[in-house]
Each structure stands twice: as structure tokens, then as C-alpha cells.
């Protein structure tokens, strides 16, 4: 069993900053990819980006060149560190693990973004 902690969401402006968080623990072996995803109301939940344990790492089109996943193994954590950030970026992001990308098996509570002026 794996158990995903988020931190770092909040209410920011548009063009602003926030970094999340994620540590793991209980059974890490088991995790091989680690991502972030999100769901505005009304909307499906998507794939934010997400990361290997190799550090491969891959994007949606949406926040390319904006967003940056990241690890430290060290801490059990994932990070995504998002800048220039916009309204439609809005949504709760949550946290993801699996054995494999785009097949998450474990999931955090989710952390409010809110981008508002």
C-alpha cells in the first residue's frame, strides 16, 4: 500500500507561481511513475505530467514550457513547480502512482489551484 500526501495549493494571480508537493510512503517499491493530475468542475480529470522512476518525463500540451515535474528520492517526493500561471489552470490537482505511466493506482486528496485576479 502506498499512501500520497499533497501540499503547496492556494489561490494565486494570474501569471504567478506555486510549487506542489507529494511525498510517499508504505510500499514505494511498487511505484514506478509518479504524475499529477487534474479536474476542473465540469470537466474530465487529465494528465498533468508525469515522471518515472528512471526521471523520464512527459507533459500535456497545455503546460508545456510552463510546468516542471521533479523528484526527490531522498524525501519520497514529487514536486511540480508551475509558473506562468492561467484561469483555466484552475482545478484540483491531485496526486498520482502505478507500476506504469498513464495507469495510476494510487491517488492523493487532491490540492485546490486557483488562478483569479
Known amino acids: 500500500q502506498v499512501q500520497l500526501v499533497e501540499s503547496g495549493g492556494g489561490l494565486v494571480q494570474p501569471g504567478g507561481s506555486l510549487r506542489l508537493s507529494c511525498a510517499a510512503s508504505g510500499s514505494i517499491f511498487t511505484i514506478n511513475a509518479m504524475g499529477w493530475y487534474r479536474q476542473a468542475p465540469g470537466k474530465q480529470r487529465e494528465l498533468v505530467a508525469d515522471i518515472t522512476r528512471g526521471g523520464t518525463t512527459n507533459y500535456a500540451d497545455s503546460v508545456k514550457g510552463r510546468f516542471t515535474i521533479s523528484r526527490d528520492n531522498a524525501k519520497n517526493t514529487v514536486y511540480l513547480q508551475m509558473n506562468s500561471l492561467k484561469p483555466e489552470d484552475t482545478a484540483v490537482y491531485y496526486c498520482?502512482?502505478?507500476?506504469?505511466?498513464?495507469?495510476?493506482?494510487?491517488w492523493g486528496q487532491g490540492t485546490q489551484v486557483t488562478v483569479s485576479s
Open positions: 498520482a502512482s502505478g507500476l506504469r505511466v498513464g495507469a495510476p493506482k494510487y
